[in-house]
């Protein structure tokens, strides 16, 4: 996965929220890291087209976000935050295999598609459960194994542990660690992407700081702290 920022931004009542930001993205653990408000969930809302820059471009393995959107959305699945909104059918399994509607598989091979999804997080037994039962944390692994069961190329991730509690938080952290797909993961969480290949700090719209995660979150704490 490659993703290219050039020269981006973002206008919002007049105020550039991103400005003039330019990336190339290709590691394969990134942290989005900075205070409140600087601009993390739309720079990583641009990835997938969920936000299209005013200026500039965006590219994900070559294809400009806001003229491919549809193919975009296909390579860079999303987990947000708050996943209440990412669930939306009554019954878990069902939940995952809308996704792979599109491929039009036999429905034994759907099946198994949506278990090996479920239970790649731990969560197989509750394929069969009704969705408005979950817990939150519960809630927060199916809204990943959504995500997972198409085979996105790059998973961005907001904020994926703040809700969560220790048990669930560890789960979400081992997934991030163990999956082979590219992740970037906007986070205040600084345990969490400490053993990241890259942090990204931004500030009022800008990156401020680009490197190691060590470095970077020292930075950070020195700064925002
Ligand atoms: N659609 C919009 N219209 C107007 N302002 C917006 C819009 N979207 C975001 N903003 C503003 O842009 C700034 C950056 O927002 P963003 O959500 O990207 O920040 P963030 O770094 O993710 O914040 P947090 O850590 O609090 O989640 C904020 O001041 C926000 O209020």
Do not use: C
């Not at 409140?36 to 005013?54: A, F, I, M």
């Not at 091979?109 to 790649?120: I, K, Y």
């Not at 590219?182 to 490197?211: E, K």
Request: hydrophobic fraction near 45%.
């Amino acid at each position: 996965m490659r993703a290219v920022l050039e020269g981006v931004s973002v206008v919002r009542d007049g105020r550039a929220i991103l400005d003039s930001v330019d990336l190339t993205l290709r590691e394969r653990r990134i942290a989005v890291l900075g205070p409140n408000g600087s601009g993390k969930s739309t720079l990583v809302r641009l990835l997938n087209g969920l936000v299209t820059p005013s200026k500039g471009r965006v590219a994900v393995d070559g294809h400009d976000t806001a003229k491919d959107a549809a193919l975009v959305r296909r390579r860079v699945g999303f987990v947000f935050q708050n996943p209440e909104n990412q669930i939306v059918f009554p019954i878990v399994s069902e939940d995952l295999a809308f996704g792979l509607k599109h491929l039009k598989l036999p429905k034994a091979e759907l099946h198994r598609r949506v278990l090996e999804a479920l239970e790649r997080f731990g969560i197989g037994h509750l394929a069969e459960r009704q969705s408005h039962t979950l817990s939150g944390g519960e809630r927060q692994l199916v809204a990943l194994a959504a995500v997972m069961v198409m085979k996105p190329a790059l998973v961005v991730f907001d904020e994926p542990t703040t809700l969560l509690d220790l048990r669930n938080r560890n789960r979400i952290r081992a997934a991030i660690t163990e999956m082979p797909e590219s992740a970037i993961v906007v986070s205040h969480d600084l345990d969490l992407v400490r053993d990241f290949d890259r942090a990204i700090v931004i500030d009022q719209g800008r990156v401020v700081r680009d490197d190691r995660p060590g470095p970077a979150i020292d930075w950070y704490r020195a700064h925002f702290g």
